[in-house]
């Protein structure tokens, strides 16, 4: 997505202060019962305008928008590795732990490896000349 076109486009400042505006208004009139029937959907126009507003602001100007990445990347940096971190220290070990109780529990024994046995016969100089 090219993000030069939109970043501080009058249009997306439009779109942020009306977004605001309607946030304001929504919440405002939900707040004052003006229309008791129509507080879930009042609410529901405050928290999407509000969405917008805030995606709208965040394209406002190029500095607001770096700063939005920059925060982005060291979010991204923190929850990447708290999520690896507890799928390797913790939910691996756990299933491994919990095959090792079943397996210790049902009585089995550790299956065997499905190796097959080298042939140990001494090599010879005719056998590398058969071969090629």
Known sequence: MNTDQLIGNRWVR??????????????GA????????????????????????????????????????????VLNTITTTLLFGACYFVIVPLFWAILQLRRLLTGRRRPRAQWQERDRADADLAFFQRMG
């Open 14 to 27: 439009a779109a942020a202060v009306a977004a605001a505006l309607c946030v304001v208004i929504a919440a």
């Open 30 to 73: 939900g707040a004052a019962g003006v229309w008791p029937a129509w507080h879930r959907v009042l609410r529901f126009v405050a928290w999407s305008s509000g969405f917008v507003a805030l995606l709208a602001g965040v394209h406002w100007s190029g500095r607001i928008f770096s700063r939005w990445m920059q925060a982005a990347g």
